[in-house]
């Protein structure tokens, strides 16, 4: 199996969101904030392998392949 920083390059944006462990707390962009503009978590330098569900990532993996 690829390493996790593979899969992640691998997928896109909306992908990429739904494997993010932030994603429940998230607004998917950028917000207005009482002192300035808030940037989702992965907005500092993308998803790292800390903030990738790789269990979620294989259930849907799973599900796939038995289809």
Do not use: H, W
Not at 9 to 31: A, H, I, M, N, W
């Amino acid at each position: 199996m690829s390493n996790i920083k593979e899969i992640i390059d691998s997928l896109d944006g909306e992908e990429l969101c739904r494997y993010c462990v932030y994603s429940t707390d998230c607004s998917k962009g950028v917000t207005g904030g009482p002192n300035g503009p808030i940037y989702p978590p992965c907005a500092s330098g993308g998803l790292t392998e800390d903030d990738f569900d790789m269990d979620l990532y294989l259930q849907d993996m799973e599900k796939l392949n038995e289809t």
